[in-house]
């Protein structure tokens, strides 16, 4: 509670499941001790990496609402799913320990990023793209994902998009990811 929100009383060792519900979309990033319930990366840095100290996203990290419902279970890195449960605090047991070998959280966190304005008419982005040959002028929906922008990238300058990685001031923006997540 140190950094505020709420406390929930979870049973130990018993299976829950979370609903999302909302008239408004909304992409939800889920952590379950540091560990990202969708794509089963940690936020924390592995033992593995040292100096590691930015979280990036390989894939998709977060859920839609409300076209998803709910979330019962962790996605591992390799696509496997375990249940949510909360093992006792400090028994080794957690999702964190098991893929980062650390036990410093005992918590879920969800990072809520709201669709701008109005969902039935998404904001319209301007974005100018620096690059060989010259620089492209690209409008998208702040609702079109990286992915797209690279088709539209790869449809105006035949850039491949395998071939293309897109950077903002906050880095590199990730495949999957819609440009309203990453406030433009």
Known sequence: MAK????????????????????????VRVWVGGVNAVSG??????????????????????????????????ADEEGRVSQLVAPPVGSGYSIERQITGLNTAADIVFEI????????NPRMLELLILGPPTPTRLIAHEDTTIEEVKEMIRDIEGTLCDEQQLFSWQGVLEDGMPLMIYDL
């Open 4 to 27: 505020g929100g709420v406390f929930i009383p979870i049973r130990q060792h018993e299976a829950m499941w979370i609903k999302f519900t909302s008239v408004q979309k909304f992409a």
């Open 41 to 74: 990366e940690s936020k924390t840095p592995a033992l593995s990496e040292p100096g590691l100290n930015q979280y990036i996203p390989k894939s998709q990290d977060y859920i839609v609402v409300p076209q998803q419902q709910w979330l019962n279970g962790i």
């Open 113 to 120: 990023y709201p669709s701008f304005g109005d969902t039935a």
